[in-house]
Every structure is written in C-alpha cells, then in structure tokens.
C-alpha cells in the first residue's frame, strides 16, 4: 500500500503571493477531484514557531508514552495556550482560501474544528482494530454531520490538514482517491460503504476493517478494493495544507518507524450549515480560563476572524447601540476595537 510509481505522488503547488490565495487550478483541483495540495499559504516562521511550540507540548518519540498513542485524542485544541495555535487556525490566508472554495465572503465562514496532534511511527504487525497507524479508506463526514454531504457541487465545508513537517523525512503521506467526475463509481452517494457507518463497525486499522469487509460484504470489500488501487499520496512538506472534504476517501499511511508526524487538522464549514457540529466544547468555554486566551483572542482579532467564531459581524442585525456597548465594556479593556460595529450601525440608524 505504498506509493510505487511518480504519478501516484502530488507535490504540492504554490499559493499566489497576492491576492488568491489560490490559483485558479487549485481550486479546479478542489472542486473536481475533491483536493489540493497547497504550499506557501502561512508566514514560514509562524510554522517553525507553532511546530517547537508542538515538539515541546507532546512526549519524545523514543518515549514509553508515545508508543501508547495510537489515536488523535489528546492533541491541542482551538482556543489553545499558544498563541501560534490560535494565529493559525485564523490565518486570514487560511480562511481566504476557504471562502475561495465555498464561494462565501470570510464572514460566511464558521470554525468548527482546530487541533493538532503528533502521529508516531511504530513498527508493523498487529497494533489493534482502533489503531491510525495504516487507516482504512474513509470519508470523513460521519463525525462531523448529523446528515450526510449535500451533492458534490454544493460544498459545505472545507477541511485542512496543515503538515508541519516533511514526507521525506518522516513518511505518514495522506492517500487521497481523486474523484473522476460525475459518473466516479467511487463517488455515488448515499457514501456509506465505509466502518462506523449504519450497522458497519467502527474500526480504523486497514487489515481488520478490509477483512471484516471480506468477511461480512464481499460486495464492498471488492468496491473499497479499487479505492486503495486510486490511491495518491501527498508528498507534503513542513507548512503545506491538503484541503479536501468531508466526502472524499482518504486515508492516513504508516509513519516511518521511530518518527513523529506534527499536523494541524481544521474545518470551515458555511455559516447556515447548522448539521456539521462543532468538535470541541463551544468557543465561550474556554472563557473560563484563568489565563483569559479567549478573551484577549476576541478583543484583539479582526472582524471578520471574529465572525467565523460566530460573533456578529459589523451589519449584522444582532447588533444594537445597546449592546455594542455591553460588549464593549466587556472587551474594551483588552483593547477592542468597536469602531467597525459602530460604524456599521450608524448606517443602519439603530
Ligand atoms: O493522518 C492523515 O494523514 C489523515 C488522517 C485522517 O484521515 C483521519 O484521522 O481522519
Ligand atoms: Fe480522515
């Protein structure tokens, strides 16, 4: 199940430098086959920042406790401690690029999942039915929609994988299967041949789930069989993004042994998409932090970086004179700004 021959590797494509972000091909990309793989989106030193902020936060990989991590629980999530994290998951390029995609302004955007987690490298042989060392074929949209994908030209969502390190040095490439077009058997909805779905089991290592397939749906073990033979695989570097959907098969591959893959996972979905869930306690929560990271976040982001964490946006009809005040004593202390807001309702004259 490794790559064999080049034209099973994508590189990755650099962003424009103004304006785009993406080029008119990465988003053909996305659109089409269902991804791209994008370099040069983020400052290099905020990755290189955000990256020894990781390698310091999780276990060394040597370590008896990296050898138990065989999931992605525990990693660090939106609102984290680091404000490298948080400048991050709000990156105007980042969220530009998601609105280029989605065909929405920024404010139409919303976060709905920011964390980053280590993947380590472990030797081969039977790790268990939950492992994500070699993952099966899946989509991803079971944890993240109540419903299921609306049809493939009416994106919801848009999903990241921000690598924060290199292929070549420590393997772990996403295998993606680009979708052919419209008529892709592989891509005929109702998309629900894969483990944890209706009254399939959820299991994630390759080997068990394939052989439950075998055992239980020789149909679809022969169907999910030609998706591991479309597989390509990113050839990432530290600070590429692989934007992809919520509809599209993937899969994470073994990690060289002994090495430690660093990888920030995000979604962006549009704002009346109410079905696709937040994954982490709602962003208010963590205003009971003693540090105030969220606070000091709100008081100091932009407008519309504001909006996608669901504050209203400068115009909204949430807003009144009345409560632009309240929320300006609540953060005026920090240092927000509520000229935009203010501004804003002067025009409509409430
Ligand atoms: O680790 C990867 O490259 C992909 C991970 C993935 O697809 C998942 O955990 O859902
Ligand atoms: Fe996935």
Redesign the pocket.
């Known amino acids: 199940m490794q790559p064999e021959s080049k034209d099973r590797l994508i590189e990755p494509t650099a962003a424009l430098v103004d304006g785009g972000p993406l080029t008119e091909s990465q988003i053909a990309s996305w659109r089409h086959q269902g991804f791209a793989l994008v370099d040069g989106l983020f400052p290099r030193e905020l990755i290189r920042n955000l990256l020894e902020v990781a390698q310091a936060r999780f276990p060394e990989v040597d370590s008896d406790e990296a050898q138990l991590r065989n999931d992605f629980g525990d990693g660090m999530t939106f609102p984290d401690e680091s404000d490298e994290f948080n400048d991050l998951s709000l990156h105007l390029r980042l969220l530009e690029a998601s609105a280029q995609l989605l065909e929405v302004s920024v404010h139409d955007l919303r976060l709905t999942q920011s964390d980053l987690w280590p993947k380590y490298g472990r030797p081969s042989g039977d790790r268990g039915r939950f492992d994500n060392q070699d993952?099966r074929i899946?989509?991803?949209y079971p944890n993240h929609t109540l419903t299921h994908p609306a049809s493939w030209s009416q994106p919801e969502a848009v999903e990241v994988i921000i690598y924060l390190c290199d292929q070549t040095d420590v393997g772990g490439a996403t295998a993606i299967v680009p979708r052919k077009g419209p008529l892709d058997e592989a891509y005929m909805p109702p998309m629900v041949n894969t483990p944890g779905v209706g009254d399939v089991p959820w299991i994630n290592d390759r080997l068990q789930a394939e052989e439950w397939f075998v055992q239980h749906r020789p149909d679809v073990a022969a169907f999910r069989a030609t998706l591991y033979e479309r597989e390509v695989y990113t050839q990432y570097k530290t600070g590429s993004a692989l934007l992809y959907r919520h509809d599209v098969w993937?899969?994470?591959t073994p990690l060289a042994s002994g090495a430690l893959r660093l990888a920030h996972n995000l979604t962006f979905k549009k704002a009346d998409a109410s079905w696709i869930s937040t994954l982490h306690p709602g962003w208010a929560w963590a205003m009971y932090q003693p540090d105030q990271r969220m606070e000091r976040l709100i008081a100091g982001l932009r407008p519309e970086q504001r909006s996608v964490l669901g504050f209203p946006f400068p115009g909204d009809p949430y807003w009144d004179m009345e409560k632009l005040r309240a929320v300006e004593a609540r953060y005026g202390p920090l240092g927000f700004d509520a000229s935009p807001y203010r501004k804003a309702l002067s025009w409509t004259g409430r």
């Open positions: 993952q899946h989509v991803d993937h899969r994470g």
